[in-house]
């Protein structure tokens, strides 16, 4: 055997013929809090186990009720029996389980609908997610996601992974096979090895303080096309802030379920409203030329708003990446010890920041956060047999007059730009208040990271498709995929209506004819960019945009922070980070020279930008920024991590591990057989000897 860097053992060729190894396996992996672990883990030296086919809730009941010890058991299960208590019930009471294997029905995508004997739902979630981040106004948790489980949030003292269709067929049929052979009282002799060892044994703490352990986090997106409103002289001077008021627009980059690999897509919890989000800026590129704030950029005299485009990276744990970005633009959270020279950009070495233009952002002249939410999923009238595409805008009940005012103007702003489209789209859209009086505000959303650190109120509006509870029953969860009631019609109307809204609070222009000619989202973009992230990131689009952020088979999940340069940034957040910096360069002609990273451009002024065409060097304020939590400080001495006394959050941890982790399934021999086989060999050994001697 020998170690590959896919961190699986790769089998020689006797080993292959042995054993059958899974490859792509979607694994539940650990990860630490400061009070406990969660997820799965298994010995260092593996753990064996008998498949144990269950095939409907009958045989689990009755799996359940025998309660077999004799041998260590693995249930294989079809993957739409996640969305039931079974999980739980076995993890719980059966004595002897060491693993549960998921089967697919195919390798499509459309293994991850939701299923459909199941009416309630199911979330990996709490059912209230994050609610002691809710702001101090909230006065109760409000089960926002009543279909939550909290098994994100529990430990398994076994191995759980998800099997691809291919592979589901032949693990199926071992499985079939033992329960044939225990049903007529013979040995099952189908059986499985999980080797998924983890180095964090306990807390965040100390996993981190042993270095077995990484934050759990990444990079944000932030934009603007705007000129901050200083003069040349003082463009990289940290201490002098735009005098702009904000429009703070936001949306989210990641999801969570129990599986973080392959599985793992957030289809309505969070790309909907990112994909809202990317359109939107799309449709606002066409209007640049109106959007720039000052007459020239030797004036400081603002004309308008300053719109701030942000996409939160691990926004599902915590909220990490929105209150990391608050943290920093406070004044006098973020002071740099070692700036970077000019060739590699106007960024900071320690702390690490690639960029520290966020500085130029005032927060105290923050005058609006508008988020996108879960918009995705459009209410099926069952007597009218029509679709009710209504979007719901959630606000804080509480707040001075100023607020209340504010929020009740951007409301009534959304429900005007929502009846004009659906006049001239002759389809059914509106926008409602989310009026209910059981509500404590707004949902969990990033706009809760501005209202818990801000010393004043800040006006908001989180816009999502439902009323009061989440209408996605499969929120945080691996069925809340592209196959989830997506609705494209809706998102891309909501994508128009935040464009419109976004652009009217900037400029105070509210001429109807005006944005109807001119702001219009881009219906075939969202949909392609809905396949794209939810599908297969290795489209034709990601593939020209930012080549480095393909995949196959993408998950949402976050991953871990690091210290890395922009260069070394992947997935989700280089697609969003190249594709924005095209939509907000300055002049949209205009490129300077092409690129393969950051670092080709940042001597200039310039970020590195995606088009069809491939990379170029663009005049784009576009950044990334670390999504790590703040209850976190890293020493650069030491290169090592450490927990802020009183931490207020439970800060996530992703444990490490070996590189010999996997599956791999074999056929074992009774105890008989082998008593009878180590027999033989003692009796062959003695003739042996018998007739040597």
Not at 191 to 216: H, I, K, S
Not at 330 to 347: H, I, L
Not at 436 to 448: D, E, F, K, M, R
Not at 531 to 556: F, K, N, T, W, Y
Request: aromatic share 12%.
């Amino acid at each position: 055997l020998h170690c590959t860097s896919a961190n699986k053992w790769v089998a020689d060729r006797l080993d292959e013929d042995i054993y059958f190894w899974l490859s792509n396996e979607a694994k539940c992996i650990r990860l630490s809090t400061i009070h406990n672990r969660t997820g799965c883990a298994t010995f260092n030296d593996g753990m064996h186990a008998q498949l144990r086919y269950v095939d409907n809730t009958t045989t689990g009941l009755q799996l359940l009720h025998a309660n077999p010890s004799k041998y260590p058991v693995a249930i294989v299960m079809p993957l739409s029996f996640l969305a039931t208590n079974l999980l739980n019930a076995f993890a719980q009471n059966l004595s002897a389980i060491n693993g549960i294997i998921f089967l697919q029905d195919s390798d499509s995508d459309e293994s991850l609908k939701p299923p459909t004997f199941l009416s309630d739902g199911y979330s990996s979630d709490s059912t209230s997610p994050v609610h002691y981040l809710r702001p101090a106004s909230h006065a109760f948790p409000y089960a926002w996601n009543p279909t939550g489980t909290d098994n994100n949030l529990r430990e398994y003292p076994f191995a759980m992974v998800v099997v691809s269709g291919t592979q589901s067929a032949r693990i199926k049929q071992w499985a079939q096979i033992n329960e044939a052979n225990l049903a007529r009282g013979q040995f099952a002799s189908q059986w499985v090895e999980f080797t998924y060892p983890m180095y964090a044994r306990n807390d965040t703490q100390r996993c981190l303080g042993r270095d077995n352990c990484l934050p759990v986090g990444g990079y944000s997106v932030w934009s603007t096309f705007q000129e901050y409103g200083v003069n040349a002289s003082q463009a990289h001077d940290e201490h002098v802030q735009s005098s702009s008021r904000l429009i703070v627009a936001t949306a989210q980059l990641d999801s969570a379920c129990l599986f973080h690999q392959n599985v793992c897509r957030g289809g309505n919890a969070n790309m909907a409203g990112l994909v809202g989000w990317l359109a939107a800026i799309e449709a606002l590129s066409h209007v640049r030329h109106l959007l720039h704030a000052y007459d020239n950029e030797t004036t400081a005299t603002p004309q308008h708003n300053q719109i701030v485009f942000a996409a939160f990276q691990g926004e599902s744990f915590e909220l990490v990446g929105s209150r990391k970005f608050v943290h920093d633009l406070q004044n006098g959270s973020f002071e740099c010890d070692e700036r970077m020279n000019v060739g590699t950009g106007y960024g900071c070495w320690q702390p690490y920041a690639s960029s520290m233009d966020f500085k130029k952002l005032n927060f105290s002249q923050i005058d609006a956060v508008v988020e996108l939410s879960q918009i995705g999923m459009a209410h099926h009238d069952e007597q009218t047999q029509k679709l009710d595409r209504t979007i719901y805008a959630h606000y804080e009940r509480n707040g001075n007059p100023t607020m209340r005012a504010r929020n009740a103007d951007m409301i009534e702003f959304a429900q005007w730009i929502a009846g004009n489209i659906s006049t001239e789209q002759s389809m059914g859209y509106e926008v409602q208040a989310a009026n209910s009086s059981a509500l404590p505000g707004t949902p969990p959303s990033s706009y809760w990271s501005f209202l818990n650190a801000a010393s004043r109120e800040i006006p908001g509006i989180v816009f999502s498709d439902h009323a009061e509870a989440y209408r996605n029953r499969f929120y945080h969860s691996v069925f809340d995929s592209y196959y989830n009631s997506l609705n494209v019609e809706q998102i891309c109307m909501t994508a128009t209506m935040y464009a419109r809204l976004l652009y009217g609070l900037a400029l105070d222009d509210r001429n109807a004819t005006r944005m109807a000619r001119l702001i219009n989202a881009d219906c075939l973009l969202v949909e392609q960019l809905l396949e794209c992230l939810l599908l297969d990131r290795s489209c034709d689009l990601v593939s020209h945009v930012a080549p480095s952020a393909r995949d196959a088979s993408p998950s949402q999940y976050t991953g871990v922070y690091q210290i890395i340069e922009d260069d070394d940034i992947d997935g989700v957040s280089k697609f969003v980070f190249r594709f924005v910096a095209n939509l907000t360069r300055k002049t949209a002609s205009t490129t300077f020279g092409t690129c393969s990273s950051n670092l080709d451009c940042a001597g200039k002024g310039y970020v590195c930008g995606g088009t069809s065409h491939g990379q170029f060097c663009m005049d784009s304020k576009t950044y990334f920024h670390s999504a790590v939590d703040t209850n976190l400080e890293f020493d650069y001495d030491s290169k090592r991590w450490s927990v802020r006394d009183n931490a207020s959050t439970l800060v996530f941890a992703e444990s490490m591990w070996n590189k010999n982790i996997g599956t791999r399934f074999y056929e074992k021999e009774s105890e008989q057989t082998q008593f009878v086989m180590f027999g033989s060999g003692i009796l062959m050994l003695a003739l042996n000897m018998l007739l040597t001697w």
